[in-house]
């Protein structure tokens, strides 16, 4: 079983950044975010595979960034320009890939506690 740490949530502004980490205890093929608000199912936000390829849900496109680093064997995700229906507990993920070559193919299975990020208007 895979321990996920998470940290960096908080409460910030409209307009505000925040930078959220995860620190996996052992390395997985894939990792990801997902978040999910009070009276919501949980959605992927955003993941990375081993080789470096990412995603992004549609409504954090280009405000959002994921990253790795595999000799640290930790995951950020860099989060700009952030918006109120951002709300929500984000989640870290650690799954498998049946091709480590294409990021469609991870599956997850593993998740942390989750941290609360907050945005007020």
């Known amino acids: 079983q895979v321990q996920l740490a998470e940290s960096g949530g908080g409460s910030v502004q409209a307009g505000g950044s925040l930078r959220l980490s995860c620190a996996p205890s052992v390395r997985r093929d894939c990792m990801a975010w997902f978040r999910q608000a009070p009276g919501k199912r949980r959605l992927w936000v955003a993941d990375i595979n081993s080789v470096g390829s990412t995603r992004y849900t549609d409504s954090v496109k280009g405000r959002f960034t994921i990253s790795r680093d595999n000799a640290k064997n930790t995951l950020t995700l860099q989060m700009n320009d952030l918006k109120p229906e951002d709300t929500a507990m984000y989640y870290c993920?650690?799954?498998?890939?049946?091709?480590?070559?294409?990021?469609?193919?991870?599956?997850?299975?593993?998740w942390g506690q989750g941290t609360q990020v907050t945005v007020s208007s």
């Open positions: 993920a650690a799954g498998s890939a049946r091709d480590l070559a294409d990021i469609a193919t991870c599956q997850y299975n593993n």
